[in-house]
């Protein structure tokens, strides 16, 4: 029986849903026989699941496939896939730019994977791009219950209606579509009794939720309150968030959910109101500003993270300053930068480029005030009392990694704390990318 495992190889690329959607595409690839690999050489299937999110990610696709000419020449057999947001948005550009490969299949047609590895299999190359009205996750519900580390992602929505001036996913993910309640909550079910302790919910804008439930559409913070109750669920996160859909119920969540953890992913890109304007984000830096003070009276110690892109078109100096000020003001446990890159067939697309080595200088001095910011904040636990989730051993013999509740990774040495389990930890030292504590109870 060995002999008929065929083996598949998937590189993840990009946001949290797409590692997600990579263990969903596993799965349905599992129950037509196929095996997870670490290694390209020995897969009968590669499949590279992408981002489209800025530009180098897709140049990045493009040149692993072509490291794959050599695996293909010695073995004709194996088939290449590109599945993600690349897939969506140049499905077709793939297929001519990239002989080598046997398969497109894009994000809202994974369920139909095994279906294009048979065609592929017969000697066609196929795609399917489409926005198929069949729920994906239903028909790629998980069979094996195989069990798993004590974190799992939960995809509850996907899609975006917002349409930011820069920004593909509208585009390549879709609209908006929320999962209906009583699914998520089987889901989350199934993932604690496979020994999941901690569930982030996933959502291109994770709190428009808005899913069917038992009397009527539920929002985010309902869903949370049910996942509350779920037995041997202990925490509980979710991401992305866009502002203007931070309503009260789940600002208060924030103080009174016990398992939701004090972390929260609210991007916000600019600090100008001038170049949130042209950004469509529908909100101001000020509106910004007065919700994570409405966040932070509901829970004090909530850490804030975000996303800021620099160099947007028409972004000036003073513009610039704005955003600086704004990330002064928040001070940001974890922020991420980028430099706006053109995304083909955005409505930004059209505009006038900022000066590429002014935008460098910019990005450069943001990402050293948000580094300054991350690590005072990292600085600030040592001496203090923190929550454990224990996910995996340390690279040092006896040591034991797990995250906080604010997720900073903590290493424990000594104690044995086992995987899958929450321990009170007294942070002890602050490194570059983590903490080091000792085991309390
Ligand atoms: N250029 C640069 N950064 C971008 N992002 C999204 N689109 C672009 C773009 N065209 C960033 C945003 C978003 C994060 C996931 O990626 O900050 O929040
Ligand atoms: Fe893109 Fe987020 Fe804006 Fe939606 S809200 S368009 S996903 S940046």
Not at 79 to 98: D, F, L, N, S, T
Not at 126 to 140: G, M, N, Q, R, S
Request: aromatic residues 6%; contains cysteine.
């Amino acid at each position: 029986m060995m002999g008929d495992e065929k083996k598949l190889y998937i590189k993840t690329y990009g946001c949290q849903m797409n590692v997600y959607d990579s263990e969903r595409m596993a799965e349905a690839m599992g129950a037509q026989g196929y095996v997870s690999t670490d290694t390209p050489e020995d897969a009968d299937m590669i499949l590279l699941n992408t981002c489209h999110i800025r530009e180098k990610a897709a140049e990045k696709v493009y040149s692993e496939l072509g490291r794959f000419k050599g695996l293909k020449a010695a073995r004709p057999d194996l088939k290449i896939g590109v599945a993600g947001c690349v897939a969506q948005a140049e499905g077709e550009e793939i297929m001519r730019r990239q002989p080598l490969v046997d398969l497109v299949v894009g994000p809202q047609s994974y369920h139909r994977l095994p279906t294009l590895e048979a065609r592929a299999r017969q000697g066609e190359r196929a795609i399917d791009t489409d926005f198929p009205e069949e729920d994906k996750f239903e028909v790629l519900k998980t069979r094996p219950k195989a069990a798993r580390g004590p974190t799992a992602f939960l995809t509850v929505q996907e899609g975006c209606d917002k349409f930011c001036a820069f920004c593909v996913v509208p585009y390549t993910r879709g609209a908006e579509v929320s999962r209906p309640v009583a699914r998520i909550l089987a889901e989350a079910r199934d993932l604690v009794e496979r020994g999941v302790r901690e569930i982030t919910l996933l959502g291109q804008n994770v709190n428009a939720y808005h899913g069917a439930g038992p009397d009527g559409d539920w929002g985010l913070a309902r869903l949370i309150w049910a996942l509350n109750d779920v037995d041997g669920l202990e925490r509980i996160r979710f991401t992305t968030s866009h502002p203007n859909d931070m309503d009260d119920a789940l600002i208060a969540a924030h103080g009174e959910c016990e398992k939701l953890m004090p972390y929260l992913h609210l991007p916000v890109q600019s600090g100008s109101d001038r170049i949130l304007k042209r950004m469509n984000r529908s909100h101001t830096a000020e509106q910004y500003l007065r919700l994570i003070e409405r966040i932070r009276q509901a829970r004090p110690d909530i850490l804030m993270s975000g996303d800021f892109i620099v160099g947007f078109p028409e972004e000036s100096d003073q513009d610039f300053e704005d955003t600086m000020e704004l990330v002064r003001a928040v001070n940001y446990g974890q922020a991420f930068s980028f430099k706006y890159s053109t995304r083909p067939g955005t409505p930004a697309a059209e505009r006038a480029l900022v000066d590429p080595a002014v935008a460098d200088a910019r990005l450069q001095r943001l990402q050293a005030l948000i580094t300054q910011q991350q690590r005072a904040i990292q600085d600030s636990m040592v001496g203090r009392d923190v929550q454990v989730l224990f996910e995996k051993p340390g690279r040092l013999p006896g040591q034991m990694v797990g995250k906080s509740q604010y997720l900073h990774a903590v290493h424990v040495t000594g104690g044995s704390p086992k995987v899958g389990e929450i321990h009170r930890v007294r942070i002890v030292e602050s490194g570059p990318n983590s903490l080091a504590g000792q085991l309390l109870a």
